[in-house]
């Protein structure tokens, strides 16, 4: 391949350019010619050869010797001074139709030649243009582009993917710790609900208690009082079984009261116990490591919550803590029998 000098090669791709840029819409000029003078016959074949130029990449002229691109210069230089015509048509010379005409006749035969000329050129800037090694390589490079994404987003799905289940682990146990501090409220409720009835019955068996006492005190001075001083033995029978009468009302009502809130206060504590229970175990879980451990603490955490429990105010058998004792012994003694029949194997 025959180079081409710098500035043949710059004014040649100036000429090419200059060209390319025409407008063709400024070359009828029907405000300035008037509608018999305006060259709208001419934008077609214009357009036409423009648009041919236009197929010829610039860039494929650096790849021309010098024979051809003088021949391209050439013809673009002739093809823009017909243009030129065009633009500076002057109306004033004489029998300016006839100009005219032969203005729109010259750019109309013009294509052709131009085609003969420049179409081998036109179809080697165009295969340049393509460049097939240069698409297969930036195919290349974009394939690998994707992958590169491709298998970043794959790592970043992965890492939201074992976030995601980290959150969902710290969901699943915020909302087991919350379940059971749910359930706790229940036995909340109820520990204050009989807290409030044994303050109840304790002023009541307080009340009793003074009203036993006070008719205690009353009944030694009661046959001393005029209308109820006993005048025969029936009379004294009678206020006798009058004051047991009355005392064993008394003292009924003071011993139901007193139980009551015997009763009302063991609930009290027995409710508060397994509200505590329940707020508690599950870290004393966690924090026992052993199998057999996590099984005596929610054994005792069972008993605590659905056995009866001694209080002190409440008299309860002793059968249930001992049988608790023994499971829990049982419990524990279940890793050690286990290690001693794996040792023994």
Known sequence: MVSSSKSLLDEVKKSVTRIQNINVQHLPQEKKLGEKLNFNDA???ANLLIDLYNRLSV???QDFPNEIL???QSNADHHYQLFSDVVNFN???NTPHNARNAIISNIKAAYAPAFNLLHPYIAYSLHRSADLQSLASEA???IQNIQDKASEASQKLT??????KQALEEIRKVATEEGVTQQAIHFKNESENHKTESEKWKKLTFIFACILGLFAIVSIFLHKIPFIKPESPYDTIQLAISKVLIFSVISYLLILSAKNFLSHKHNDIVNKHRQNTLMTYKAIVEASGEEGVRDAVLLQAASCIFSSQATGYV???RDKDISNQKSVVEIMTKP????LKKTSK
Do not use: F
């Open 43 to 45: 934008v077609e074949p």
């Open 59 to 61: 860039k494929a002229l």
């Open 70 to 72: 003088k021949k391209i």
């Open 91 to 93: 109306i004033e010379q």
């Open 140 to 142: 290349k490079a974009a």
């Open 159 to 164: 890492e939201h993917e074992k976030n995601a």
């Open 315 to 317: 008299n309860q058998g």
């Open 336 to 339: 050690l029998a286990q290690v």
